[in-house]
């Protein structure tokens, strides 16, 4: 069983930054992709950055992308959302999640486990 918690999260004014981190239990972390996700209140979960297994290949969604940096510690069985420039339009609960697949992908049905989430609010 894998588990993924998130932390990081917090209140933030625009233009300000956050590093978002995801702890990952288990030892298949480096096996597979994963990804950051984001749930606005109201709106449905959209697909944010993900990365590679190996680190070296990243996606992200178009409105963040320039002021996100997506990474990964395998040995330390984390990854991390670097959050700069941030707007209000980005508040939101960010999710991390892990791929079945060992290249990153943007629909969530190729993410099998979740975090529960960590709030990020951004005041303007």
């Known amino acids: 069983q894998v588990q993924l918690v998130e932390s990081g999260g917090g209140l933030v004014q625009a233009g300000g930054s956050l590093r978002l981190s995801c702890a990952a239990s288990?030892?298949?972390?480096?096996?597979?992709?994963m990804g950051w996700f984001r749930q606005a209140p109201g709106k449905e979960r959209e697909f944010v950055a993900a990365?590679?297994?190996?680190?070296?290949?990243?996606l992200y969604a178009d409105s963040v992308q320039g002021r996100f940096t997506i990474s990964r510690d395998n040995a330390k069985n984390t990854m991390y959302l670097q959050m700069t420039t941030l707007q209000p339009d980005d508040t939101a609960v960010y999710y991390c999640?892990?791929?079945?697949?060992?290249?990153?992908?943007?629909?969530?049905?190729?993410?099998?486990?979740w975090g529960q989430g960590t709030q990020v609010t951004v005041s303007s």
């Open positions: 990365i590679s297994w190996s680190g070296t290949t990243a």
């Open positions: 999640a892990r791929s079945r697949y060992g290249s990153g992908t943007y629909s969530l049905r190729d993410y099998d486990y």
């Open positions: 288990g030892r298949t972390f480096s096996r597979y992709a």
